[in-house]
């Protein structure tokens, strides 16, 4: 595939784009569409698996971005990009962006039992610790996370991307289906732009990862349903809201989330059930067994987040990425 042409020609030296281990693909893509080129860094593990890793260029005075997901491991990849900023902070960067494709421990974002931890809180003050002076994310699981920060955080969405991908298709009695009552503000917005109606999948979450459908608020009968959500896991909750929309007569069912996480038995439960297909961002980076499934589709957002690093740069709005 041909390289992308540049949004616009920027200066190497006063803007510097990083990448860690979780997801090197995008940020080269986002480098190709800025034309820039990756920032050189050595990455490596002691024997008993602790990071070392040394920037092998100069970055005083230089506008930096890290581009990394928190995927799984988790832990790791969020370890990485915390070592990478305090390295870049104490090598006189004059500003530091963290850009996380995909924000992990966001489904952490409360207390909804006693005595848990607020994950998502932690991994803020962890990133500003760090050194981040600014943050770009993209479908935060929670908006509010954004309020869990005290440096400026730009929420960027693959909706921009999403409605290029449907709307030209023109899919005939299309109803857009909110998995849940948390996602009904990102389905509504969607199902406005494609002129469709919207459907509630009311569901009863027991524990984590495991979901009982149990009612479809909405008439779907008859329709061609897009289930609309920001992250599949597991992949329960999608198969059976699949299954509940069937039984309630709609026509098919098709899937679009933002966050490929697929954990555990996602790809075999999608391969198998009746969805006809599913559409992730390439915010986190395809298994090789989602890569062989048929009915799984990624679409990159590395022009989105490459504009939004160029606002950021040169101190423009982002608001226009939002429509």
């Known amino acids: 595939m041909a390289a992308p042409k540049p949004i616009r020609a920027m200066n190497?030296?006063?803007i510097k784009i990083f990448s860690g281990s979780a997801n090197p693909g995008l940020a080269e893509?986002?480098?190709a569409n800025l034309g820039l080129p990756v920032g050189q860094i050595k990455l490596k593990r002691f024997s008993d698996g602790e990071i070392n890793l040394q920037l092998l260029e100069n970055v005083r005075g230089a506008d930096c971005f890290v581009v990394q997901p928190t995927c799984s491991p988790v832990e790791f990849h969020l370890m990485e990009i915390l070592c990478m900023m305090d390295a870049l902070k104490r090598s006189s960067a004059e500003r530091i962006t963290a850009v996380l494709p995909y924000?992990?421990?966001?489904?952490?974002?409360?207390?909804d039992k006693p005595r848990v931890p607020i994950s998502a809180k932690l991994v803020a003050s962890l990133l500003e610790t760090a050194g981040a002076d600014r943050i770009m994310s993209l479908d935060l699981h929670a908006a509010q996370i954004q309020g869990f920060f005290d440096v400026p955080v730009d929420h960027l969405f693959f909706r921009p991307v999403m409605i290029d991908y449907f709307k030209p298709q023109s899919i005939p009695n299309l109803t857009v289906v909110s998995p849940d009552a948390g996602g009904v503000e990102r389905a509504r917005?969607?199902?406005?732009?494609?002129?469709?109606?919207?459907?509630i999948i009311d569901k009863r979450r027991e524990e984590a990862n495991v979901a009982e459908v149990m009612n479809v608020i909405g008439d779907v009968r008859g329709q061609n349903c897009l289930i609309v959500d920001d992250l599949i896991d597991t992949g329960g909750t999608l198969v059976k809201g699949a299954?509940?929309?069937l039984q309630f007569g709609a026509a098919s069912v098709s899937a679009c989330a933002t966050h490929a996480v697929l954990s555990g038995p996602a790809v075999q439960r999608i391969q198998e059930?009746?969805?006809k297909e599913v559409v992730f961002s390439n915010s986190i980076p395809l298994s090789a067994a989602a890569k062989a499934c048929g009915k799984i589709r990624q679409l990159s957002v590395a022009n989105l987040l490459a504009r939004g690093v160029q606002s950021i740069h040169e101190e423009t709005s982002v608001s226009i990425l939002f429509q």
Request: proline share 6%.
């Open 29 to 31: 893509e986002m480098c």
């Open 273 to 275: 059930s009746a969805i």
């Open 189 to 199: 917005s969607v199902a406005k732009r494609l002129n469709a109606p919207l459907a």
């Open 103 to 111: 924000y992990g421990y966001g489904r952490q974002d409360r207390k």
């Open 12 to 14: 190497p030296d006063r």
């Open 243 to 245: 299954d509940a929309l």
